[in-house]
C-alpha cells in the first residue's frame, strides 16, 4: 500500500516525537485508522438494487479534534478521482479547528485502484456513494460521535456519492436503518446524469460549490439540478466562482496543469433508462463512460485561492449553523 500525501501529514506527529521533521499543526486529539465492509457494484447493479455484487474491504481515518466525552458532530470525506490528496487533509484540519470529527474514507485502495482519471468505469459512481452510507454507519456506532450531526463531503467523482446520497431511493436501498446524513455537500460535482425521481430528496440540506470555468466538469448541469430540487422544495443550494477551474481548491495546482488527454464528460447529458440502463441522453444509446461519443478530452486544473478560501469559510459557516457549534 502506497502512503498518500494525507497519510504522510497523519504520521507528522510521530515523526516529531521522534525527532524527525516538524510536525504539520495539530488540530485533532486522536487519529484512529477503521476498516468497513463496502461492495463495488456496476451503475445498473447499483440502480436495480442487485444484492449479489462484488465485495471490498476498505479503510478511512477518523480525526477526532476533541478530547473528553462529550458527543461530537463529524463529516464522512469522500475523495476525488486522484485518490486521498494533500487537499482533502487541508479540509481534514479546518473542519477538525471547528469541532467536527473528519473521517476520510479512501474508496481505491482496498479495490486495488490508483486513480481513475484516465478512466472512469474503473469504479462507478454507486459503489462511492455505498462507501459513504457503511462509513455513516460506522460513525454512528462510534462512542464520541453523535449519530445525528453526521454530514458528508465529496469532491468531484466523491462529490456525486456525497450528493446524490441525498435521494431518499438510494438511501432506502443502500442507507443504515433509521439514520440519515445530516447534510450533503459536493465541491465540482458530476451533475450530468439524471437518475429517475432524483429530486425526491431526504429534506436535508444540500450544498453544491463550483467552478464556472471548469472544463473537466460542467457547472450547467449542476444548475438545472439545483432548479429540478428547488422545485419541489429542497434545502438546496449552488455556490458558482467566476473564473474557477477544477480542483479550484488544490494548491498543488497553483501553476495550472494542462491535461490535454484527459477524458470529460462536460458535454455529457445522461438518465436513467428502464432496468438501470444509463443512456446518452442525446443518442438514446447506452452511456459509456470510458468512450462514449460525448466523451471529450482535455482538462485545466488550476488553484484558486480565493474561490478556494470562500467555499472553506461558507462550509465551516454551514456546519457550525447547523450542528449548533460554538465558534
Not at 433509521?178 to 446524469?193: Q, S
Request: aromatic share 8%; with cysteine.
Amino acid at each position: 500500500m502506497q502512503f498518500s500525501d494525507f497519510a504522510k501529514g497523519s504520521l507528522g506527529m510521530i515523526a516529531l516525537l521522534f525527532g524527525g521533521e516538524p510536525a504539520l499543526p495539530q488540530t485533532f486529539d486522536r487519529l484512529e485508522i477503521h476498516s468497513f465492509q463496502s461492495a463495488t457494484p456496476t451503475n445498473k447493479q447499483f440502480l436495480t438494487g442487485e444484492a449479489n455484487v462484488k465485495p471490498a474491504l476498505l479503510s478511512a481515518e477518523l480525526r477526532i479534534p476533541k478530547p473528553g466525552s462529550a458527543k461530537l458532530p463529524a463529516i464522512v470525506l469522500i475523495h476525488d478521482s486522484g485518490g486521498i490528496s494533500s487537499s482533502h487533509d487541508r479540509w481534514a484540519q479546518a473542519l477538525n479547528a471547528i469541532g467536527v470529527a473528519v473521517l476520510v474514507v479512501d474508496s481505491f485502495t482496498g479495490r486495488g485502484i490508483v486513480r481513475t482519471i484516465d478512466d472512469q468505469s474503473l469504479l462507478d459512481p454507486g459503489a462511492m456513494m455505498i462507501d459513504a452510507y457503511r462509513a455513516l454507519a460506522l460513525l454512528a456506532q462510534h462512542q464520541r460521535i453523535d449519530s445525528s450531526r453526521i454530514a458528508v463531503i465529496g469532491f468531484s467523482k466523491g462529490a456525486m456519492a456525497a450528493v446524490y446520497s441525498s435521494n431518499q431511493r438510494f438511501r432506502t436501498l443502500y442507507g443504515p436503518a433509521n439514520l440519515e446524513f445530516a447534510a450533503h455537500i459536493g465541491l465540482y460535482t458530476p451533475c450530468y446524469v439524471t437518475y429517475s425521481d432524483d429530486p425526491r430528496v431526504t429534506g436535508k440540506p444540500i450544498r453544491l460549490f463550483h467552478g464556472v470555468a471548469d472544463d473537466f466538469l460542467s457547472i450547467v448541469p449542476c444548475r438545472a439540478y439545483v432548479e429540478r430540487l428547488k422545485r419541489v422544495g429542497a434545502n438546496v443550494s449552488l455556490t458558482e466562482y467566476a473564473g474557477a477551474h477544477h480542483l479550484y481548491d488544490d494548491a498543488r495546482f497553483v501553476s495550472p496543469l494542462r491535461l490535454p488527454f484527459a477524458p470529460t464528460p462536460r458535454n455529457c447529458l445522461v438518465h436513467e433508462g428502464d432496468n438501470g440502463q444509463l443512456l446518452n441522453s442525446k443518442t438514446g444509446q447506452p452511456f459509456d463512460p470510458a468512450g462514449d461519443p460525448c466523451i471529450e478530452r482535455g482538462a485545466t486544473l488550476a488553484y484558486d485561492g480565493t474561490a478556494h478560501e470562500a467555499s472553506m469559510t461558507s462550509v465551516k459557516e454551514f456546519l457550525t449553523t447547523n450542528f449548533g457549534l460554538n465558534r
